[in-house]
């Protein structure tokens, strides 16, 4: 079955320290996204790549990175600069150039991030 | 600034009756637009969407009503199931495909 993969489901940071969270989807779709959920605050857009080797800032994206090498994956890297890391990371991918009928989002089942 | 708006932060509604979620946006270049439905730990699923060129789409129990000039978009839930209990985003889309959403409303349906 085609879906998206998250990994880990937790993850627990020191301060100071950089995490990667990792997504891969075999959708074959073109666009891959990262957003962050906090209590109240709905869903926040991190970053975003249309294409390989191509991606955007979001409306939040101090204190992280990412990259895009393969259509499949689009991991995020949490950086020591990003001051409240605690959230439910999610990514999500679709193929917009085919159509408006291809907007909708397939999401990963996420990432829990505690800072300790 | 919140392109997409959900004010409504909670809904309560008893088993069997109409549950209506709203949403209001601000950018009159949104041309599609979505509902997901997501449980706690988990990623959003997609529910229901309608183009700005309709006023309604419906799909089975879930029918979504677009008002574009108020620039309002509604979700009802008829009838309503205990498992639908669940935080509701919309989102809208200005043509490239990128999604904005909005808050987010939690539905709890009482059995």
């Known amino acids: 079955d085609g879906g998206i993969t998250q990994s880990p489901k937790y993850l627990f940071r020191k301060e100071g320290q950089n995490v990667t969270l990792s997504c891969e989807q075999n959708?074959?779709?073109?666009?891959m996204y990262w957003y962050r959920q906090d209590p109240g605050q709905g869903l926040r857009l991190i970053y975003y790549?249309?294409?390989?080797?191509?991606?955007q800032k979001g409306d939040i994206a101090e204190g992280y990175s990412v990259s895009r090498e393969k259509k499949e994956s689009f991991p995020l890297t949490v950086t020591s600069a990003q001051k409240n890391p605690t959230a439910f990371y999610l990514c999500?991918?679709?193929?917009?150039?085919?159509?408006?009928?291809?907007?909708?989002?397939?999401f990963g089942s996420g990432t829990r991030l505690t800072v300790v | 600034d919140q392109q997409v708006k959900q004010n409504s932060p909670s809904l309560s509604v008893q088993e069997g009756r109409i549950s209506i979620l709203n949403c209001d946006y601000t950018?009159?270049?949104?041309?599609?637009f979505l509902w997901y439905k997501k449980y706690p730990a988990e990623g959003p699923t997609f529910l229901i969407s309608?183009?700005?060129?309709?006023d309604k789409n419906e799909d089975g129990r879930f029918t979504v009503f677009l008002n574009k000039s108020a620039k309002h978009l509604s979700l009802h839930i008829v009838p309503s199931q205990p498992g639908d209990s669940a935080v509701y985003f919309c989102?809208?889309?200005?043509?490239?495909?990128?999604?904005?959403f909005g808050q987010g409303t939690t539905l709890q349906v009482k059995p």
């Open positions: 999500a991918s679709n193929s917009p150039t085919e159509g408006r009928a291809n907007y909708g989002y397939t």
């Open positions: 959708l074959n779709h073109d666009a």
């Open positions: 790549s249309q294409i390989v080797n191509d991606f």
């Open positions: 950018n009159s270049m949104f041309d599609y």
């Open positions: 309608i183009s700005s060129i309709k």
């Open positions: 989102a809208a889309s200005v043509g490239t495909g990128k999604l904005i």
